[in-house]
């Protein structure tokens, strides 16, 4: 792809993941207009005064036809709803992609509102983030070095897998494939449950009479087990909505765990506790983000 070989982008959802899109896009020289649809006002005007987007949009009707690349950005849940507004409008060249955390729900959303313009929607989920939301948040350079997971769907051309592809590889992330499914057993275990559990270790600590005395002495080891707890709560109530099946399998599974381990303090079992402690400290020392 030449520099600015995408006339018009229409991004829903100008916040973290749309507004880095948008940025590193940008920066790569590849887009021309920047189109942004959102749910209020404030946020787009932001995104409009970051220089982020080029224009809000006016409508569908207007802006979908001509788009050479749709982003949804949005919450899981409300990708649905955005679908079946954009699928009258689509037209025969515009390319879908997607940013949801989850596979398996937008993908059936799609195939259930875009009808026979299915095979133009490319699913995908950069695996990178941050617990802060917002276009305020955006960053020209959250995917450099990042993976991006495309699920593509039987009906995509090559083609159009391969354009998807080259979108995210301009933000300077490295491209890799999973099924929906595949995707979603291993983002359950690796990101849907570690939030989960961090949200709940932080809400334990809330609902106490001592909070503030027991916030006053947390240090680094509660920083790092909990940054991810400051996240959205709604993106993240439709992210563990949208993969309940899977993230219920974790969550048994980390329960087993636990019982294992209060079954071991209970019984002062020093040799019980100490093997949990090195397997997870070799595997944790030595894992490297890749
Ligand atoms: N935050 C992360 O670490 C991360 C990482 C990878 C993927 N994701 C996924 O990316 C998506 C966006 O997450 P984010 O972190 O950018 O959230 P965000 O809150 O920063 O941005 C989401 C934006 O969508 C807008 N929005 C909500 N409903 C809308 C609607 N119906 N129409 C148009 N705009 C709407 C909001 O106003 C907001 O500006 C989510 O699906 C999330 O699961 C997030
Ligand atoms: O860095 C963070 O704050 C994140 O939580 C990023 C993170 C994750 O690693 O779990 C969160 C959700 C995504 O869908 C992808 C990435």
Same mark, same amino acid.
Request: hydrophobic share 45%; charged share 20%; proline share 3%.
């Given at each position: 792809?030449?520099?600015?070989? =995408?006339?018009? #982008?229409?991004?829903?959802?100008?916040?973290?993941?749309?507004?880095?899109?948008?940025?590193?896009?940008?920066?790569?020289?590849?887009?021309?207009?920047?189109?942004?649809?959102? *749910?209020?006002?404030?946020?787009?005007?932001?995104?409009?005064? =970051?220089?982020?987007?080029?224009? #809000?949009?006016? &409508?569908? @009707?207007?802006?979908?036809?001509?788009? $050479?690349? #749709?982003?949804?950005?949005?919450?899981? @849940?409300?990708?649905?709803?955005?679908?079946?507004?954009?699928?009258?409008?689509?037209?025969?060249?515009?390319? =879908?992609?997607?940013?949801?955390?989850? !596979?398996?729900?937008?993908? @059936? @959303? +799609?195939?259930?509102?875009?009808?026979?313009?299915?095979?133009?929607?490319?699913?995908?989920?950069?695996?990178?983030?941050?617990?802060?939301?917002?276009?305020?948040?955006?960053? +020209?350079?959250?995917?450099?070095? !990042?993976?991006?997971?495309?699920?593509?769907?039987?009906?995509?051309?090559?083609?159009?897998?391969?354009?998807?592809?080259?979108?995210?590889?301009?933000?300077?992330?490295?491209?890799?494939?999973?099924?929906?499914?595949? /995707?979603?057993?291993?983002?359950? +275990?690796?990101?849907?449950?570690?939030?989960?559990?961090?949200?709940?270790?932080?809400?334990? #600590?809330?609902?106490? $009479?001592?909070?503030?005395?027991?916030?006053?002495?947390?240090? &680094?080891?509660?920083?790092?087990?909990?940054?991810?707890?400051?996240?959205?709560?709604?993106?993240?109530?439709?992210?563990? =909505?949208?993969?309940?099946?899977?993230?219920? %399998?974790?969550?048994?599974?980390?329960?087993?765990?636990?019982? /294992?381990?209060?079954?071991?303090?209970?019984?002062?079992?020093? +040799?019980?506790?100490?093997?949990?402690?090195?397997?997870? %400290?070799?595997? *944790?020392? &030595?894992?490297?983000?890749?």
């Amino acid at each position: 792809m030449g520099v600015a070989e =995408l006339n018009k #982008i229409v991004i829903y959802g100008v916040g973290l993941i749309g507004g880095s899109f948008a940025l590193a896009l940008r920066q790569a020289g590849a887009v021309r207009e920047i189109v942004g649809f959102g *749910r209020s006002k404030t946020t787009l005007d932001e995104a409009m005064r =970051l220089g982020i987007v080029d224009r #809000i949009g006016e &409508s569908e @009707a207007a802006e979908v036809a001509d788009a $050479d690349l #749709i982003l949804l950005a949005t919450p899981v @849940a409300q990708m649905a709803t955005i679908f079946a507004r954009i699928a009258p409008y689509l037209g025969a060249n515009t390319l =879908l992609t997607d940013g949801g955390s989850t !596979k398996s729900d937008v993908v @059936a @959303a +799609a195939y259930a509102n875009l009808g026979d313009k299915v095979g133009q929607f490319v699913p995908a989920h950069p695996i990178a983030g941050a617990e802060k939301s917002g276009a305020s948040a955006a960053l +020209a350079e959250l995917y450099q070095g !990042k993976k991006v997971v495309v699920t593509p769907l039987p009906e995509n051309s090559d083609a159009a897998i391969a354009s998807v592809r080259l979108f995210w590889e301009l933000c300077g992330a490295a491209v890799c494939e999973l099924t929906p499914a595949q /995707h979603d057993e291993v983002f359950a +275990a690796v990101s849907h449950l570690p939030h989960l559990l961090s949200f709940a270790l932080v809400h334990d #600590i809330a609902q106490r $009479d001592n909070r503030d005395l027991l916030l006053s002495f947390a240090a &680094s080891g509660f920083r790092d087990f909990t940054r991810i707890a400051a996240s959205s709560p709604e993106m993240w109530r439709d992210i563990c =909505l949208a993969n309940r099946g899977a993230l219920l %399998s974790e969550l048994g599974l980390y329960q087993r765990e636990l019982e /294992h381990l209060h079954q071991a303090l209970t019984e002062a079992d020093a +040799a019980k506790l100490e093997e949990v402690f090195r397997v997870s %400290s070799q595997v *944790r020392g &030595s894992w490297k983000q890749q």
